[in-house]
């Protein structure tokens, strides 16, 4: 069974707007939850990581936001370019501290012009 | 800093082949790790190491070895090579909660 979902489908949306993602997870109470971002044919790069007490964060155009109860992660791109398009990937540490990262099928996301 | 590298970066064997999957970091990270990405799946565990020495085994560990004799270094073996073994191999290393991925691995068995 799945245990991090990302919505599969391809997310579509127009330059300018704010990409929203979703990465809900079951069955566990991680201490943190990171995001990554991966281009075709490259390695994932990482981008955020928010702690289980911290209920935002942001970077530039970037925010996330955690919340335990729903066990749900949302990451936002504002103001979203074409040079975003890629597929965005979340992961967490299901024992806290083991660095046995479980990740996300991930959610492609592209930018139209 | 080159940060983590992998080497080869396509290969195609056939099936019942060894080889083995060389990775190298320079940020002297302690913790590294072996990931597959298949279509639909994410990426899936292999093999992990906490350092020179010490490996354990990730979700899907079987048909692959892991070795840490340095720091730096954290080959992947493939004993006899099989159809399902095909994927995009990645290296990681690890500090403070982040993980540095190396460029990967295409791997093709016939």
């Known amino acids: 069974s799945q245990k991090i979902e990302q919505n599969s489908e391809a997310l579509n949306i127009q330059e300018g707007k704010t990409a929203t993602l979703t990465c809900n997870y079951t069955?566990?109470?991680?201490?943190?939850l990171q995001w990554y971002r991966q281009d075709p044919g490259r390695g994932p790069v990482f981008l955020l990581l928010?702690?289980?007490?911290?209920k935002e964060k942001r970077k530039e155009r970037l925010k996330v936001t955690f919340d335990t109860t729903l066990k749900q992660s949302l990451f936002h791109i504002t103001a979203s370019q074409p040079a975003d398009s890629a597929t965005y990937l979340c992961a967490l540490d299901p024992s806290g501290g083991t660095y046995k990262y479980i990740f996300g099928t991930g959610t492609r996301l592209k930018v139209l012009a | 800093n080159a940060g983590v590298t992998q080497t080869p970066k396509f290969q195609v064997l056939k099936t019942g082949q060894s080889m083995t999957l060389q990775c190298a970091q320079d940020m002297n990270h302690e913790y590294m790790s072996w990931y597959r990405q298949d279509p639909g799946m994410g990426l899936r565990l292999i093999h992990y190491s906490v350092g020179a020495g010490i490996t354990d085994q990730g979700e899907v560990p079987n048909g692959y070895n892991v070795s840490r004799s340095t720091t730096e270094d954290f080959p992947l073996r493939l004993l006899s090579a099989a159809p399902s073994q095909t994927s995009v191999y990645f290296c990681?290393?690890?500090?403070?909660?982040?993980?540095?991925f190396g460029p990967g691995t295409r791997l093709t068995v016939l």
């Open positions: 928010i702690r289980e007490n911290e």
């Open positions: 069955n566990y109470s991680p201490a943190y």
């Open positions: 990681a290393s690890t500090s403070t909660d982040t993980q540095y």
